[in-house]
Every structure is written in C-alpha cells, then in structure tokens.
C-alpha cells in the first residue's frame, strides 16, 4: 500500500514548489478554490476549533494553513519534499502553529488508525494510481462520528475543456502536463470508494469559476471540480 506514489506527479509539484504561495502563479487556481473548500469542511464538520484534522496530500499548506487558523490541531501530509519545505517556512513566516509529514495515507493510517475528527484531502485522487486505497486510508485515520471532505475533477468532457486545455494551454494556469484527463473521477465512482471504505457519503457541491469575479462558487453541477463529504459510521 506505501507504494501508492506516483513519482512523476511528485516531481512536477516538486518543481513548482517555491511558487505554491504566489496567488498570482500556476497555484492560483488554489488559492481561489480555497475559500469554498474551507467553507464546506467547516459546515460538514460543524466547525473545526479545537478538532484533530489530517490533511492529505496537503501540498504547501494552503488548506492546512486555513484549518488551522479557525482553531483545528492540523497535521498536513504529503509525500513532496519540497512543497513540504514551502509549507513549513510559511506558516512559521506568519505565525501559524501545526505539523507537516513527508508520509503516505496509508502509512499514517497504519501508526494512527481513528485518531482525527476531521480527514480532508483536496486535488490528490486524481494524481495517485490507486485512489481507492487513499479513501480507505483516510476512512482508517478518521474516528468514529467523524468527517471526511475530498474534492476531486469529474472526468467529463466540460472538466477536460476548462481544466486541462483552457487551465494549462490556454490560460496558462497551470504548466501543460499537470493534468491526465483519463485520471479524473466521476462522482458515481468516489462515493463508490466510500462505500467500498465503509464511509457514508452525505453530500456532494460543485465548484464553478465566475470569470468576472475571478472566484470559484459552489454550483449545483458536478461536471467540474466538485466536493464530496462523507462520515465515518458512529
């Protein structure tokens, strides 16, 4: 299970790291997400101060570091040394206090099994070859009662349009290659991991790009980016 590693998506993100935090560089795409991700993880979660939350595939912090400032004792894990090494310098730039592990899912699952309240793991299924091994890994690390967010790109022809061809040869978001259209995942098969996982599925948002705004909102469409959250059966 520890060899659920793509090392070629490990390199592109590695190479990009010193840039995570450039708002106006190949991650702003996050940055903007970010806020409507934050907002459904707080409601699914019925607010996260003082709650134990995991995130997976945390990158360079940007949802650990929001987590954490609304009050959740946040551990970020990614298996990139790099954006790991961005993450660390900049919560300790800005003063925000939690922990950041270079460690598969499944392998923090191993040493702590049902020891978080909240598991979040954003834009990583589409980049590992084994999503279902992520879900159950996530369902292992979650207590019992506890929330499960993922966000991921359904695999449809309008996801392939704006986030691989617009995104990363039109817009020049995001470097060309970022994205393999074939590893997208459609709502149907995530909350079939979930089911397979022994997790419930509770609801599920799209996320839609207002380009007059320049914001992401929630939509009731899921042909794009969309969120799904889950519980951990008491």
């Not at 191993?110 to 309240?117: A, N």
Request: charged share 20%; net charge negative; glycine share 10%.
């Amino acid at each position: 299970m520890n060899n659920n590693v793509d090392n070629a998506e490990i390199a592109k993100f590695e190479a990009m790291a010193h840039r995570w935090w450039d708002k106006e560089g190949e991650f702003k795409p996050l940055h903007q997400l970010n806020p409507v991700r934050l907002g459904f993880v707080e409601e699914m979660a019925d607010g996260l101060a003082g709650k134990r939350v995991v995130d997976i595939g945390c990158g360079g912090g940007i949802l650990s570091e929001s987590m954490a400032r609304l009050g959740a004792v946040v551990t970020g894990i990614d298996m990139g040394g790099e954006p790991l090494n961005v993450a660390r310098a900049h919560a300790a730039e800005v003063g925000v206090d939690l922990q950041y592990r270079q460690i598969t899912a499944e392998a923090l699952a191993e040493e702590l099994p049902g020891q978080f309240d909240v598991v979040t793991c954003m834009e990583m299924l589409e980049h590992v070859p084994d999503p279902q091994s992520v879900v159950s890994a996530c369902a292992k690390l979650c207590k019992p009662g506890g929330t499960l967010v993922f966000s991921t790109l359904n695999r449809t022809p309008k996801a392939w349009a704006l986030g691989v061809f617009a995104a990363e040869r039109i817009l020049r978001w995001l470097p060309a290659g970022t994205h393999d259209y074939h590893k997208f995942i459609k709502p149907a098969e995530l909350m079939g991991f979930c089911d397979q996982a022994g997790i419930v599925s509770e609801k599920a948002v799209g996320m839609s790009y207002n380009l007059f705004t320049g914001q992401f909102n929630r939509s009731a469409r899921l042909d794009m980016n969309y969120l799904v959250a889950a519980r951990k059966p008491a």
